[in-house]
């Protein structure tokens, strides 16, 4: 019941919240100021005069319980949201001593005396759990007031969130009533970041943690960074890269871990790190890294003492292991197991996690030998369900290959009930064009959460199987951070809503897409639907072009050496046979895909039954997964009625077709929206459209060579010679760990 409960009141928020937007007046935003974009979608611009005063009368004071440092955020996020949207100094903002008319009322478990209906409010509270919250309006004695209840003051810091950013889309106070808990209680980021301030595919400038000069100078940047998180209910962030070093387990570096955690943890925020396996044999404090050599096992348990003395609520352990040359305990004759479960026995004492990732991919047996990369994960950790310690979970990427602009939801989802599974999501766009090309991901986030498994022969979506449905086993987000340095954080204003849609997705798994991205978008330019309506569309449509301009109907893996940058289908020297474009489309004169059923590699067979007879058909296949899952030849029939060559090629133009589209959409709204943000968004699109044409010209140059085909009646010839795009080099393309 409760969780009808809580989409229930979702749905209604946001009907209430298009219904303010299509009412609003926008005449202030003819001479909108220059933005740069660092306020994300915290911005607080003032209300039009109308919603202002109505605002006004319900925002008279603050009553707030005490003066935790949570609480006090709580606080002072308020009174700067209220500031900014009635266009007033924070100081008319007051403390207030006893509710009166128009205070917002911070509440405990221990309600304030004279509270209308305390005892409904009690009944809610006991289902909201440590991070929920109740925002309503009430009356405490003659006052009406709105009132924000939690059980705990992390839970009143995520309701006075919720609260501004209805008010941001300019809802009626008294009509704002929201009853939420987080579906999963591990909602963390990812950052790629490298001790000297690289980012492993990161494309919006250095990190943001300066390790140089931590512990002793703190950037208030960081407080904003927990702002951010914590107004979409993101509660833990992993410091460093996944490719990890040993000396981020030095005492130098706990001791910057641990002023960083000081700044976080009033904003709900606990901090991990990624550990290396092999870290105690390269300090040569071991002879191994052995798992089961109880030195080892001492090792750790030691550097889990040392570290919990100066974080007492540090999270745990990332851990990349025996994966691109990553060392691991399969160096040992050991398994995933075994390692993860000598790690959590460290931090077990201290409530401490591991995070255990399953991309993983052996070498081949032989020099030549190729085999299925997408089946690689679950062979290695299907067999081990259920071995592994309870504070041990496995992090599994959407999909089984690498981040790719579409795969079908990995085969682990549904196959691993005994054991906790965190998704694995990549908010940077390491395939999707990086920060230059305007791809809303939100959209593919939403299609891997709805992904119905059919584990155990019953619908059982991604989602539920993250939320424990199957055997109880409830696991985690996580999300690769695309935060760096850049002034606006993510490289580009529309990546900030990939931010912002992961946080809202792993508050509640069953949000809409297009919902969230009406949120983002009334808050980062202006509730006004001139505005939101196109620069929805944009979005919502913009993952699909890319698929289309760069790997439509279930191909992958086509870019660029390394860098992952540009088309490159035609690859196929690299030292390993699935570093290869080639590997994964088989591209000849014979057809086109990879071949995962019976008469293949039958990496199909992972998923359960019922799914793996609707991919294992063609005809049952879904047209955008065709070719993940099958070799077809050049004439194979589409349900278009289009032959697959000329159904490839229609794809590709269609990505491009869109990409004018959202280009003549963006500047429609020149009117609306601030030069700075507007020019820099119309650099982005017009870079696309040139890479758009690029992606569509190389790949139908090389597939048209490789099928010996004419192109489709009426389809222009690409702009160069195959040749021309294979001799293309990019030696310094950005975030290439």
Known sequence: ????????????????????????????????????????????RPLPAAGRAALAASATGIDAPDDTPTVHAAANELRRGLAGLLARAQDAIPAATQPRAGTIVLARARLPAGLADASAVRRELATLGADGYIVRPARIGDAPVTLIAANTDIGLLYGSFALLRQLQLGVAPEHITLLEKPALPLRVLDHWDNLDRTVERGYAGESIWNWWELPNIIDPRYTDYARANASLGINGTVLNNVNAKAEVLSPAFIAKTAAIAAVLRPYGIRVYLSVRWSTPLELKETKTADPLDPAVAAWWARKADEIYRSIPDFGGFLVKANSEGQPGPQ????????????????????????????????????????????????DQFKPLDGKFDKNVLVQVKNGAIDFQPREPAHPLFGAMPATPLMMEFQVTKEYLGFATHLVYLGALFQETLRFDTRAGNKPMTVARVLEGAQAGRVGGIAGVANIGSSRNWTG?????????????????????????????????????????????????????????????????????????????????????????????????????????????????????????????????TPPELLLWFHHLPWDYRMPSGRTLWDELVAHYDHGVAEVDAMQAEWQRLRPFVDARRFDDVAQRLAQQRREAQWWRDACIAYFQHQSGLPLPAGVRAPAQSLDYYRKLEFPFAPGHG
Request: glycine letters at 6%; hydrophobic letters at 45%.
């Open 1 to 44: 019941m409760q969780h009808f409960l809580r989409h229930a009141r979702a749905r209604l928020t946001a009907a209430l919240a298009l219904t303010a937007l299509l009412g609003l007046s926008c005449a202030h935003l003819a001479h909108a100021a220059d933005e740069d974009g660092y306020d994300l979608w915290l911005r607080y």
């Open 492 to 620: 580009s204003t529309f990546d900030q809503a990939n931010w912002y849609a992961y946080g809202r997705l792993a508050w509640n798994p069953d949000l809409d897409s297009r919902a969230i991205a009406r949120e983002w978008a009334g808050q980062t330019f202006a509730p006004d639907a001139r505005v939101v309506d196109p620069v929805v569309d944009m979005m919502m449509r913009s993952r699909e072009a890319a698929v289309d301009y760069m790997t439509p109907l279930g191909l992958h893996h086509m870019m660029g050496t390394g860098h992952h940058y540009g088309p490159a289908p035609w690859v196929d020297d690299l030292a390993r046979a699935d570093w290869n474009p080639v590997y994964y489309h088989r591209a000849g004169k014979d057809g086109i895909g990879f071949d995962r059923t019976a008469t293949g590699s039958n990496a199909v067979a992972q998923y359960a039954p019922e799914v793996a007879r609707r991919f294992a058909d063609p005809a049952t």
């Open 331 to 378: 160096d040992y004759g050991r398994n995933h197991a075994d390692g993860a479960n000598m790690l959590a026995r460290a931090l077990a004492p201290h409530k401490g996690i591991v995070m255990w990732r399953a991309f993983v991919y052996s070498p081949p047996a032989q020099p030549n030998q190729v085999s299925d990369r997408a089946a690689q994960a679950y």
